[in-house]
Every structure is written in C-alpha cells, then in structure tokens.
C-alpha cells in the first residue's frame, strides 16, 4: 500500500516553480487549448501544426495534463456581470440570480489545460537545505530558504523554452494553491468531493506553503474485505483518507496497449483524448509524459538497428520458418520509418507515456466506465489495457514533477513528432465569448459548459456583435431572436423589432417590458417620412434611396433627376420642404411653370399614386418616429412584401405591384430609421431585429443597412440580428461574410441543411455526418403528435466570433416571466382582439 510521502514529490514551492525530493525543478503553466470542435480541415492542420512547434521545443520529461473539474457557479455568474452595472439594470440582476439554481443543477465541468516543465536541478547542498524545511511530522514546507538568484535562474530557463514553444497556447503561470488542488483533485477523483476548477485570475502568491493530505492507496482494493480477490487481478485503486471522513475513491489507470497498425488519420481518427469526455457519473482526467530525440540521433539509431537486423537475416537465411518473413517486414518498416526523418529534416522522434486516469464513487462504476472507454477506443482501432500491478505508478505519472518509474518505460510509444502532433491533445470544443449572458450550454463537449454571448461587451473587445439565424419554421429562430432582444433590453440597451407574424408574437413579447412602443404601419400611429425623421443634412439622401425605387425612377432619367434637384440640402432649405406632403404640393406647383411640364408632371402623377395610399408617409398629423424606447416592435403584417425570388430575378421584380413597392419601401425606412438612431454614439446598445432577412440583404438599401450594422456597430455599440430559412438565398453580402456569429437550428429539409452547414463553414466532405445530424438529431419531433419533447427544445450548431464551430441548447431566459413572454405565442383571436384595442387607441 502506498502512502502520500511515497508519491508526492513536492518538497517547496514557490509560486509556479516546484522543487522536488529528487532535487528536480519544474515549472507548471495555464494552457489555453486551441479551438477545434466542428471547424474546417484548413482550420485543423494549424491546430497541429501548433502542436507540432509545441512538441518539438519541449525538454525531456515535460508532463501535459488534461484535468476534469467542476466550474464554480459563482464563477459563472461573474462573468454573466462583466461590464454591466447591476444597480441601473435591474432586470438582469433578477436574471442573475434566478440563473444560480439553474447552473448549479446543470453542474457544469470545464477541463483544466496544464504543462509541467523541467527547468533545471537544484544542487546537493540545495536539496539538503530543502529537507530541513520541514516542519516536524508534518507536510507544510517553507520555500523561503530558495534564493531569489536561484529562482530568477529557473524563471528565466522556463521562458526560454516558452519563447521556443511559441505563444499558440498563451502559458499562465498557475498559482501555487494549484500545486494542492490538484493533489486533493487526485485524491478525490470522481467521489463529488473535488473542490471547483482554479481560476486563472488568482493572484500568484509570492511565498506559499502548501498543505498535502496524507492518503493512502490500495491497488487491488484488498481492504474491501467483502472481495476475496486476489488484488494482481482487481486494476484498481483504492484512494483512503484516514484523516477525513470522506468516501474512498475507486480509480483506475488505463494506458494505451497498441495504435493502429496502418496508422490514424488526421483530422477525424487520431484525436484520442477527445472520446474520453461525456462520461456520466465519473472523472476522467488524462496525462502524457513526453521526451524527444533529434533526428539526427534517430538516423544513427536506425543504421545501428538495420545493422542488427542484417545480422540476424544472416544467421536464419538457412532456416525455413516465418521468421525471415517477421525479419523482412522489420527491415521494410525501419526504412520507411528512416526515409521519413529524412526527407523531414525538422523532424524529431517522441517517447510519450499516454496515462487515462477514472475515478468514480463505487468500483462497479468506475470498472463500468473503463470498460465503456475500452469499447469506444475499439472504434479507433486502439487497444487500451489497465495493467495491474502498475496501477500505482502510472496514477503519479500525473502528479507534476513526480519521478521516472519502470512503468513509465514500460507503457512508451514511439512515433514522428507531426503524427504526434496530430493528436491535438490541447484542443477545445468550447463556443461563445468569454464573458455575457448566459444563453446556452454546449452539448458537443460532454461537460454542459455554460455558452456565455457576451453580445454588448463585443464592441470592447474590437468584435462585432451582429447575428445571424437560420432554420425551419418552428426550429427556435423567434424565440431566439426573442432571448437576445430581452437580453439586451434587460443589459440596459434598446431594440427595434420587426414582426412580421399575423397573431402579434413580438407584440404579444413586448407587453411584458414596461414602456414598450408597438407600431402598426397598417393602422400608423407615428409617421415614417424621411424628411421629418432624419436630420436636414441626410433626410434629402434617404429619402431618394427611399423613394426612387418605390416610384420606379432612374436618379438619372428626367424625372428622377428632378427629384434629386429637389431633394439637395441647399434646394431643401430654398424651397421649405419639411415633409414629403410638402415635396407633393412643391411638385405639383412645378408641374404648371413653363419648361418643366413633361418631367414634373410625371413625377407629381407617380407622387400622386402613393400619396392617399401611404399615409405613414404623407399624414402631417402623425408624428414622426424617434427611436428613443427600450423596446419598439414595428409589425409589418398588414404590408404585402416580395419574396426572395421577386427580389433577386430582374423581371419578377419590374413586374411588382405596387403594393410589395410600397411594403418594401416601408420595411427599408425602418431599418434606416434603426441605423440612424442606433448607429450614433450615445452610450446606450441598440440592436436591429429582422425577421425577414433578405429584404434586408437583397435590396440595395437593406444591404446598406445590414453593412452599415456588421461594419461600425462595434464602433458605436449597435448590432444586426437576422434569421432566415435558407441561408445561401438570404445570408449575402454582408450578411453573409461581416456578421460572426450564427446558429443553425433544426433543417430537415437535405438542401436548406447543406446550404445551413456550409454557411457556418462546415467541411461537409470531411463531417458529412452532420448532415444527418442536423436533420435528424436536432431538437427531433417525436410522437403520436410529433412534439419536440421540452429537454430537446432549442438544440442548434454555432460558429462564435472566433470561428470556433461547435453544438449547444439554447437555454432561455431563467426568469420565469421573462420566458413565459418569449415561449408563448398569441393566438390569432387574441392577435385579432389586439389589433382592434390599438385601432381604437389610435383613433382616440
């Protein structure tokens, strides 16, 4: 039985640096892993190559570790507040808190990235000094008898190999605490004792003493006096406490037996640490000893090798047996293996000890999950073994500076550094921003981290906060756009949406803010005229994008260069023209002087066809819209709009009645009336919700708009959000190379979900599997009524603001109210009772 002096090999710590009893040094660091997930193959080769540099800068005996660990949920709602002040937003402080039970029942895990660096040995007289640091029978030790000269000495070796390895995966110094927590993380592993994930934001203490518990390991679990088996034939180990009254931990090691004989595949067949998470009701951590050796000593140890070989070929070529056979396929395989350093001259060869550590409560469950990792790892064609006897020594492989034992040897495989390299071991799932609003939970990594969109702190960090939505109908796509909306509302922005439903769903939502604004262009209660909405200094240009279109003029034909006369800040200002029933009457007086008959007379009959028709236009009485509610819902039912078809196809759209003229012009004023109020500075977020997206993207001045938004919202704290049911018609442009941040929801139809997945930027060729997946998988109706069940609602694909590509649930607001406003859908007889209440308050 093992004991915690025999295995922990700390003797003093001083911040990040280790000393050990052996007299060896190390250095541990913070490793950020690099995005993976669902991204291209392009995106992946730098992941390796990453890997690669990393790899090939390491000195021997550097230890990389992947840990589980719970995420605190104090953490989490601290970066829920980052940047927003909780005493003017009330509403998101109740979000806040009423997300708390949700999370901490969720229970997250996140896997912390750490790499052990030898740095040096300290010297005879330093390792005796550092033996008589401790402190009569106990653990704690005292790190000020180390020199600040010997530690610069060491601080200085760890940052030359850092700046050799490269700042891919942005090395933090760990604070010393880590040094304990993940000694009591180990002795922990899997009970639901393991203290929260360290954070990277601790202050690193100059001088710490680090407390170790003492524990005790039984391999074989021979103590559990209730099974007689012999414990060679039990791998496991029994992890007691005597000291606390905690539940044992039954742990065992697994190691990797054999790869592939024809090797693995990069992307997609050699990332083997990535099957290890999603395990329920146990932990699993990883660690990987590494060594190198230059290539150069490689070429001279494989001619020592063929040399050998040739001798042993000599001495049976008399003898008929398969032996030659094995002998002849050794040579064939060395000399591919040496033409490989060769032709690769940066090339280098890895000794690495690969260690799967599984903890869990009981020893039926942890020897059910090593089992079920087995069988995964059948599908990789690697066979994984947990030697008994070794369990021991490979569980302190993990432990950071721990010293070299026979089983670390035994368990070695070597391979060319750029086929390790395409195991990718410091990679990432993880989407979303670092801080922000809670809006989902990742489902492709296995441990439900919180998806943070951070959506109004985009701006701070030089990254646009516009997004974008596709999926069938009833895939989530409203409520989406909904949660964002009240999210901003509730951060302390504003939003202006526009609802194109019969029954009112974003009217029915915007009830439930105080002070919203709803507006229905069919019965108007505010005037959407540019001349009296915009400043004098623009009103003259946004009213010709406006209006030249909806009166089918050239800016350059006869009549539309008569428009555009009018319309010139300086004619404005000559003629008095505040409104465009001034514009009308000034035509319509011209139309009669000499020389101008023809071209104003036509432009005052063109002005005429849509002045009694429009009055949100031409009715001086209403007043003019000002954007300056938290919530403004504009519904735009009652116009008849084109579809994306009559838009893009030149001969549909000449044909256009004139109503979709005037709908489309409508729907465009809107939007610019957004842009100018929400693309000024004045401190307050402002986000554009559109519904329709491609009377956004595909017209001349929707496309100004959604440019305007993706390119200077950050600038001026604005965002676009959009949503559409065929991204490759809709998402152009801007839309489609400027906005970041998209989520695809459930698509079965197999042409929209292509169109979808590459949209995203997913390598089909490479993940066709995701075809199916989003058709089938996401978010499924089942049943007699072919309901999506509660648990599957809102499941989506997103790529962040990193083009990190990745699969989540959109979560909903925790607010009870807030989501009964967002998940609840009038009825059109309600809708219907609504529209008569707001007719009857207009006409009063």
Not at 37 to 44: E, T, V
Not at 234 to 254: G, H, N, R, T
Not at 546 to 555: C, N
């Amino acid at each position: 039985m093992a004991f915690e002096r025999d295995l922990q090999p700390t003797a003093a710590i001083r911040g990040n640096l280790q000393f050990t009893h052996s007299g060896m040094v190390t250095a541990t660091y913070f490793i950020n892993p690099l995005g993976y997930g669902l991204r291209n193959s392009s995106d992946k080769f730098d992941v390796k190559m990453a890997h690669h540099s990393l790899i090939s800068n390491l000195p021997n005996g550097s230890l990389l570790l992947g840990i589980q660990a719970r995420l605190n949920t104090l953490d989490v709602l601290t970066k829920m507040v980052e940047g927003v002040d909780l005493d003017e937003c009330e509403d998101y402080a109740a979000e806040v808190v009423e997300s708390y039970d949700r999370i901490r029942t969720i229970m997250p895990q996140t896997r912390v990235y750490l790499l052990t660096i030898p740095v040096g040995t300290t010297s005879t007289t330093g390792v005796s000094a550092l033996s008589r640091m401790w402190r009569g029978s106990t653990t704690t030790i005292d790190a000020t008898g180390v020199s600040r000269e010997e530690l610069d000495k060491y601080t200085e070796a760890a940052s030359e190999i850092l700046s050799r390895v490269g700042g891919d995966f942005e090395p933090v110094p760990v604070p010393a605490a880590l040094f304990q927590w993940l000694w009591e993380h180990y002795l922990n592993r899997g009970t639901g004792g393991e203290s929260f994930a360290p954070t990277r934001a601790e202050v690193l203490d100059d001088v710490t003493a680090a407390v170790f518990r003492s524990a005790a390991l039984d391999e074989g679990a021979h103590t559990d006096r209730s099974r007689r088996l012999r414990p060679s034939f039990v791998p496991v180990i029994k992890v007691v406490q005597p000291e606390l009254d905690y539940l044992p931990s039954y742990q065992a090691m697994l190691t990797p037996h054999s790869f592939p004989y024809s090797g693995m595949r990069f992307p997609g067949g050699s990332e083997f640490l990535n099957v290890l998470d999603g395990m329920p009701e146990v932990t699993v951590d990883w660690g990987m000893r590494v060594s190198t050796k230059p290539a150069d000593q490689v070429l001279k140890g494989n001619e020592l090798s063929l040399r050998r070989l040739g001798e042993q070929m000599d001495q049976r070529d008399q003898e008929i047996s398969f032996a030659q056979n094995t002998l002849a396929s050794k040579v064939q395989m060395l000399g591919e293996y040496n033409q490989h350093f060769e032709v690769n001259g940066g090339e280098s060869e890895v000794s690495f000890t690969t260690v799967i550590a599984v903890g869990g409560p009981t020893r039926e469950i942890t020897l059910d999950a090593v089992n079920s990792l087995k069988r995964r790892y059948k599908r990789f064609q690697i066979e994984m073994t947990t030697p008994a006897g070794a369990q021991v020594d490979l569980w302190s492989m993990l432990i950071p500076g721990s010293p070299r034992r026979r089983a670390f040897d035994d368990f070695a495989h070597i391979l060319p550094s750029d086929m390790w390299a395409g195991f990718v071991p410091f990679n990432t799932s993880q989407v979303g921003d670092d801080a922000g609003p809670v809006i989902g939970v990742n489902l492709m990594s296995g441990h439900f981290e919180p998806i943070h969109f951070g959506i109004m702190e985009a701006a701070l960090h030089d990254l646009s906060a516009s997004f974008a939505v596709t999926g069938e109908l009833g895939s989530g796509k409203s409520y989406f756009l909904k949660l964002m909306a009240v999210l901003v509302h509730d951060m302390g922005g504003q939003f202006l949406a526009i609802d194109r439903s019969q029954v009112g769903e974003w009217e029915h939502f915007a009830r439930s803010i105080d002070n919203a604004v709803v507006i229905d262009l069919a019965n108007p209660t505010v005037s959407l005229d540019p001349l009296r909405m915009f400043d004098s200094r623009v009103a003259g240009e946004r009213t010709l994008d406006s209006i030249l279109p909806l009166l089918d003029l050239s800016p350059t034909s006869g009549a539309g260069a008569s428009l555009s006369n009018l319309l010139t800040p300086r004619a404005i200002a000559e003629h008095h023209i505040r409104s465009l029933v001034d514009l009308f009457r000034l035509v319509s007086t011209m139309r009669d002087q000499p020389g101008n008959a023809d071209d104003y007379a036509d432009l005052a009959a063109r002005l005429g066809t849509i002045a009694n028709r429009m009055p949100v236009l031409f009715d001086p009485k209403l007043p003019p819209l000002r954007l300056s509610a938290a919530a403004t819902v504009v519904r735009s039912h009652g116009l008849a709009l084109p579809t994306a078809e009559e838009l893009v196809t030149p001969h549909l759209y000449n044909r256009l009645p004139l109503t979709k003229r005037l709908g489309t012009a409508l729907y465009e004023l809107v939007g610019v009336a957004a842009r100018e109020a929400f693309l000024t500075d004045n401190g307050r977020f402002g986000l554009l919700v559109g519904d329709e997206a491609h009377h956004f993207t595909q017209t001349q001045v929707g496309s100004s708009v959604t440019s305007d938004f993706s390119r200077d919202g950050r600038k001026h704290l604005a965002a676009i959000g959009l949503a559409s049911h065929d991204p490759a018609t809709d998402f152009q442009g801007a839309a489609h190379n400027l906005i970041p941040n998209r989520f695809v929801f459930r698509q079965r139809d197999e042409t929209l979900a292509r169109n979808s997945l590459e949209w995203l930027g997913v390598d089909l060729e490479q993940a066709s599997f995701l075809l199916s997946m989003l058709r089938e998988e996401t978010s499924p109706p089942v049943g007699p009524g072919r309901q999506v069940p509660e648990e599957r609602r809102g499941e989506m694909f997103m790529r962040d603001a990193l083009n990190r590509i990745g699969r989540g649930k959109i979560l909903g607001p925790a607010r009870g109210d807030r989501a009964a406003a967002i998940t609840s859908t009038p009825s059109p007889v309600v809708g219907n009772r609504r529209k008569a209440s707001l007719e009857r308050q207009a006409a009063r």
